[in-house]
């Protein structure tokens, strides 16, 4: 072959490539949606809490966009209703924790009458799953296929280990007489199944290798993936046990009130940590050109704010950084928990179901 023929060749070639190179640009994005439980904007480094620097998140918030006043509801259930469905409690009925309005046939079953971005993005052809605490009121289980979660891994008490075969009973640690342990020796059920736990085993830590492993299946499918991770913590430090690994052992009791501040922080420099592994996760199967991370609370902080129906039980943290999310830092626009739906089903270029009106707006 001549000089000159090589020379067409290759030029021939590399042409080719250019239409694949520009087809892999619209692969919609992976999305990793966060939601830490009960944490108020002031109990993070990036708001100014100087014992809790949380590094990844800061650098995530300046590196993406950080909606510094973003809204939620004061208290968990009805949050996490409006995060899925991207409807406000006037639709979904979902008022507070313990009350809701029944739906149109007088069942609490949510995700028959409100479609949730599970399903949605599903059906766009993400693969999906959920970790963590789901705590939805009386909703349908995400085990569930009308809810949209292909996996699931979860913290659960004895109300859904009742519902297993034989009814197994959790053998490890309880938080008080009733409670099971979220964070060390903790009750989990993994697509049907209890994982056995052990008293060094740390909730927060098993739900992040669960993800991670989900990530890595995904990525070698070649499907993109929808990762939610509404997170045990901080919620409190709980009683019983230290509630992270960064600080103390796993056998040690709560100890006197006065700690009780120092481990709150510390878990959520913890929560900062597992942030930054799936961010690494991200890195080592080479999708981070193409993941798009969402990080917020479902409300303020026990205690000093949950509950509250005032700035400081509703202001919650906001970030979005990834793949095409522009270097924005901090800006002031409102949102809220709302907006997240259609945000993911643009992402995702799924379609909203004819006739399904949302309270929030695409970002």
């Not at 590196?63 to 409807?87: D, V, Y």
């Amino acid at each position: 072959m001549s000089t000159l023929h090589r020379s067409i060749l290759v030029f021939f070639v590399l042409l080719i490539g250019i239409p694949t190179a520009s087809m892999a640009a619209n692969v919609p994005p992976n999305l990793i949606v966060m939601m830490a439980d009960d944490l108020s904007s002031v109990h993070m480094g990036l708001h100014g809490d100087q014992n809790a620097p949380t590094p990844n998140l800061t650098r995530l918030a300046h590196e993406g966009a950080w909606f510094r006043t973003c809204w939620a509801t004061p208290i968990c259930s009805p949050s996490r209703a409006q995060i899925m469905t991207g409807r406000y409690a006037s639709r979904t009925g979902l008022w507070s924790n313990g009350f809701s309005t029944p739906q149109a046939d007088g069942s609490n079953d949510l995700f028959r009458h409100h479609h949730s971005f599970g399903k949605l993005v599903q059906q766009a052809g993400y693969a999906t799953a959920v970790a963590g605490k789901w705590h939805v009121g009386g909703a349908e289980h995400p085990s569930e296929p009308i809810v949209g979660f292909d996996e699931y891994c979860l913290w659960e008490g004895q109300r859904e280990l009742d519902k297993l075969p034989g009814g197994p009973k959790h053998e490890g640690a309880f938080e008080d007489h009733s409670t099971t342990s979220r964070y060390w020796h903790p009750c989990i059920i993994k697509n049907h199944k209890v994982v056995p736990t052990k008293p060094e085993d740390f909730g927060p830590t098993v739900f992040t290798d669960f993800l991670c492993d989900f990530m890595e299946r995904s990525v070698q499918t070649g499907k993109p993936f929808l990762a939610y991770y509404p997170m045990v913590a901080p919620h409190g430090t709980r009683q019983g046990h230290t509630t992270c690994p960064i600080y103390g052992t796993p056998g040690e009791m709560a100890g006197p009130k006065e700690v009780l501040p120092r481990r709150f922080r510390a878990l959520n420099d913890y929560i900062d940590i597992l942030v930054g592994r799936l961010e690494q996760k991200a890195t080592d199967l080479g999708v981070m050109d193409r993941t798009v991370f969402i990080f917020c609370s479902d409300n303020g902080t026990a205690v000093t704010a949950k509950s509250r129906g005032v700035e400081r039980g509703c202001r919650v943290p906001f970030i979005v950084y990834g793949a095409g999310i522009e270097k924005r830092g901090v800006t002031e626009e409102l949102c809220d928990l709302a907006d997240i739906l259609p945000t993911l089903t643009d992402f995702a270029g799924a379609e909203l179901p004819a006739g399904y009106d949302v309270d929030g707006r695409s970002l």
